[in-house]
């Protein structure tokens, strides 16, 4: 009799002691990947700081500008039709179902999500866009022509224009480097700006306002002096 009393104990234990551990178990809270991979992703972004410290270094703000090939999601809700995720041309421009050619160059998400929404309108009743910048890949400059290294080099930081013939490796010898041009996107990445501006200006003369900061997508061309036009007398 004593016996079977214990044991009954025991079994009663037991029970309590799995709806104890069932209940901890419940009440763990969920963990929520926002915006991420896989966990082992993410758990080896921890352990290599660098890595982390990279793509941290790549988040876009509300304020970014966007430029010749950036990948953009857009979502049109509950349109999956109008959905699609497309990367920005080199005219500036993105092509969507109904509305076609959107100018997506030097806007802003919202601002290019205000156009689409707007355009929409005229084929459903208040639409809903969002625009998300899944890949940075505008964020350069080009430096063309008379200069010893010529090519495209990343944007990482404010860069003006004397930093950018530096980057470049400096002029070379037929360089006419009081000729220099940047070609800018437009506003809404309508046509191309030209700025001129002359090396001896900035650094011999009051010509400072000649060193601008430069755009993503800035084309800088230093022509040779074989290029340039005299005026006749």
């Known amino acids: 009799m004593n016996v079977k009393v214990v044991l009954g104990i025991v079994i009663l234990a037991g029970n ?16 929520l990947l926002i915006a991420g991979s896989s966990s082992p992703t993410a758990s080896s972004s921890v352990r290599h700081g660098g890595e982390g410290a990279e793509k941290s270094s790549l988040t876009v703000t509300p304020d970014y500008i966007m430029g010749p090939e950036d990948v953009l999601e857009i979502t049109v809700w509950k349109n999956a039709d109008l959905s699609k995720q497309v990367q920005v041309r080199p005219d500036g421009r993105i092509s969507l179902p109904l509305i076609g050619d959107v100018s997506a160059v030097g806007r802003t998400a919202a601002q290019l999500t205000e156009e689409i929404s707007a355009r929409l309108k005229s084929y459903m009743e208040n639409p809903t866009v969002s625009i998300l910048v899944r890949e940075v890949n505008s964020y350069q400059i080009y430096v063309l022509g008379e200069v010893n290294a010529p090519g495209k080099y990343p944007l990482k930081s404010k860069t003006t224009l004397l930093q950018a013939i530096t980057i470049a490796h400096g002029f070379t010898q037929v360089a006419a480097r009081n000729k220099i041009v940047v070609f800018r996107f437009g506003k809404d990445g309508e046509g191309l700006n030209k700025i001129k501006a002359s090396y001896d200006d900035i650094v011999l003369r009051d010509g400072s306002d000649q060193n601008i900061e430069l755009k993503p997508g800035d084309q800088i061309v230093v022509p040779s002096e074989t290029m340039v036009v005299l005026p006749s007398r």
Do not use: N
């Not at 309590?16 to 963990?31: D, H, I, N, T």
């Open 16 to 31: 309590f002691v799995g709806m104890a551990l069932a209940s901890s178990q419940e009440a763990e809270p969920k963990v």
